[in-house]
């Protein structure tokens, strides 16, 4: 008895090829570019960094580091705005790799 995947008698069965998915999400480009549109004011980064908020303040110190000279242009109003509030604080540079996760201390410096 022959064992070929023609023979009705087999264990052997050949199934059909699937199709492969894309390599990329076709929707993505749309996704992006709902996001880009939302990019926040420098009045909301400035309100957002007065009020305490964390995530705002590291997207402003993500656009000090950034060389795209229109991030530049936004972290200089920001900064301008922001340090005459700033009271007796000291700037403090913190390097190390970007998106690292570079810690900020609330304790005041004595």
């Given at each position: 008895m022959s064992e070929h995947p023609e023979n009705k008698n087999s264990n052997l069965k050949v199934n059909q090829p699937i199709e492969q998915p894309t390599s990329f999400n076709p929707?993505?480009?749309?996704q992006f570019q709902k996001v880009k549109q939302n990019e926040l004011s420098v009045d909301d980064f400035i309100g957002g960094i007065l009020d305490g908020n964390r995530t705002l303040l590291s997207k402003a110190i993500t656009l000090v580091e950034s060389a795209l000279p229109r991030h530049q242009a936004?972290?200089?109003?920001?900064i301008a705005a922001c340090l005459p509030k700033s009271g007796n604080s000291m700037r403090v540079g913190?390097?190390?790799v970007p998106g690292v996760g570079k810690v900020l201390l609330s304790k005041p410096w004595e």
């Open positions: 929707n993505a480009t749309t936004i972290a200089q109003q920001i913190v390097t190390g």
